[in-house]
């Protein structure tokens, strides 16, 4: 029946003085990741599975925000939190607050397959992890010394202290708000880590599915729960479309992103990337955020109002887009 | 146009034979709670302080499945959390996995009024709540004696049990952990709406007996359980796993907003959507209009409008 299509990301909001190389490298590990989806896609793997399977490939790369990588809180420890959900019976499984569990997408699949919940939370996450026997690692293991160097230019630029809802004016940052005047989530762009990496599929079935999986905000308060967790907010999937946000996670939970899609599809009956358009436009009120979607019959787009977001997407067709801007 | 309010102290199978003592005092605490609310809009306070006041009320009335009287967790402990949501600037605050705070509802509005942050849990949240300096006792003061109980009886069916449960018989006992049909549900929650229609919501629980810890329902998500925008507020009660599922207060909104329907139509199309037994809601809309739905045996809530439309009510909805 329907054809299959993929889009992958690894976070809204990208320094415009990003290194080309740290591109490339990008733009690389966007492309393999596509290709692991495309040929579990062709093995006739169920949307579901892929977008597990694709998510735990850029939590294992530490180059994104997410799993080895994941950015640091204001103590210096990582703290993750991933979602997941399958669009046939929206069946879903969130998880925040993880400090040792490799792959947080992955227990929050078990949340929804293996527990009678839809979402646990630090040592009652990690317990259950334990349970389930998950592989564990030391919180060691998901911190890079780049962002050890990030969090320390935060907490130089103090941001984080000052709450972006209320407008800024252009000359009170620090130092290194002053080389970018850019900001994401109340940091400098260029301290800034993107958030955040997804996945959403439709397979050949015409099953939708969506994960999303975080490090969270660089430099943020212990306890702190960002919109990757929240299914409606950054992860929702139903029988029209799949959908992965990522940016400023209290905008996006504010304005409920991915199911706003879903839900313009399904009351407006906008098309998927006439609804992409609309939730871009006219819901994120002040907000930067990004988002990738697949719908039922095989369409894929993407949308945000950052200044860029690493992001790919293939269709069965052959079609098939690595970009950053 | 004109005030509204309406407040609810939890949806589920609450049995037509529930005896006075259980149903006489929370009845008692619905009525108070609402003149409590009712004095506020008429004094000209904003709703989301009104929402606030009346959540604390609910939160302190230990025969609502909250703040003093939350259920407790498979381990015997107690694991709150709650959301507040401002309709006209959608500014919201949650937080989860609280075991010392007196009032989630306050350290939900912390969170919203005082950090960068939307959401904050566990022991984030716990040393956010100490740093505010709210007031915190020891765990032991919201852990009651029916919850004890209730939790020993949950554990013997060894299942997960949702609040305001009969005992259970044995029998019943389901192979797979999940629950469904036969539970009772927790949660309070108040909206209100004032005569410039300004909108909030409000809810607050102690989630579902015999939890895992660390599980967090639908209270706490903005869209899941507690919604608010320019047109409507709604906060939302039940099966949370079915509730966040459904993103059921945010639905109820954009189905107003997208299909240009009454509160009252939008609210009971979003209800409909979700398989019975599982959810119930309360809502005003910018208008002043009141809805109160369920697909539960009951529900247990109360309204009032500026117009002298009030109403205390557990089962069957009079005003269907």
Redesign the interface.
Known sequence: MGAWAIAVHGGAGVDPNLPKERQEEAKRLLTRCLNIGISALRSNLPAIDVVELVVRELETDPLFNSGRGSALTENGTVEMEASIMDGPKRRCGAVSGLTTVKNPVSLARLVMDKSPHSYLAFSGAEEFARNQGVELVDNEYFITEDNVGMLKLAKEANSILFDYRIPTIGTCGAGAAMDSPLQMNGLPISVYAPETVGCVVVDKEGRCAAATSTGGLMNKMTGRIGDSPLIGSGTYACDLCGVSCTGEGEAIIRSTLAREVAAVMEYKGLNLHEAVDYVIKNRLDEGKAGLIAVSKNGEVACGFNTTGMFRGCATEDGFMEVGVW | MGWAIALHGGAGDIPLSLPPDRRLPREAGLRHCLDVGIAALKAHKHPLDVVELVVRELENHPHFNAGKGSVLTTSGTVEMEACIMDGKT???G?V??LSTVVNAISLARKVMDK???????????E??AREQGLETVDPSYFITPENIERLKQAQEANR?QIDYTQPIQKEVKKDD???DGDSQIGTVGCVAVDNEGNLASATSTGGLVN???????DTP????GT?ANHLCAVSATGK??AI????VA??VA??M???GVSLKEAAAYVVEQVPPGNVGLVAVSSTGEVTMPFNTTGMFRACATEDGHSEIAIWDSPSK
């Open positions: 959608k500014k919201c949650a989860s996995g950090t960068p942050h939307i959401y904050l849990a566990f022991d984030g949240a040393a956010f997960v952990a999940s629950v939890k895992m810890v660390g599980r967090i329902g998500i903005i869209g899941a919604y949370g796993e966040i599922r459904g993103t945010r639905d954009a189905v907003e997208f299909k």
